[in-house]
């Protein structure tokens, strides 16, 4: 396992690949805000550490929006997964006008496979918002 080393220090050793000597400068990338290279020199330009307190704060509401939005999600599932499947007799008396088909038979064949991928893009869409709004989102 390669340590961690904080920005500034020098990392002199053995490499873990190929055992050969490495030197230079490591910083972690959560930190990294941009890097730029100058007279053929790598240079960081470090953000600040986030106060630690805050930081714990927002994780914390991070994760209740996540974890709502997931129950949510799950809750639709459970409904076009099983609940529209037990009432396929009922359903079947309505049709749908276009495709002449039973409203049950067209739910359990493809209607709540739709629904499914229709879902999967939206939680990604609200998840992302979710992680922007938070500061935790991936650069584009």
């Known amino acids: 396992m390669l340590p961690f080393i904080v920005p500034g220090w020098r990392k002199t050793g053995w490499n873990a690949v190929g055992g050969r000597r490495a030197s230079g400068i490591f910083a972690f990338p959560s930190i990294i805000q941009s890097v730029a290279v100058a007279d053929g020199v790598l240079k960081e330009e470090l953000q600040p550490m986030p106060d630690s307190k805050d930081l714990k704060q927002r994780e914390e509401a991070h ?41 049950g038979f067209y739910m359990a064949a493809q209607g709540s496979l739709i629904v499914f991928v229709v879902m999967l893009f939206m939680f990604a869409k609200q998840q992302d918002k979710i992680d922007r709004e938070f500061g935790f989102a991936e650069e584009d």
């Not at 129950?71 to 599932?77: A, I, N």
């Not at 396929?88 to 409203?103: A, C, D, E, R, S």
């Open 63 to 103: 994760w209740a929006k996540t974890s709502r939005l997931m129950f949510t999600h799950l809750g639709v599932w459970f409904f076009f997964g099983f609940i529209i499947h037990m009432f396929v007799v009922p359903l079947n008396k309505i049709t749908i006008p276009i495709l002449n088909f039973p409203l």
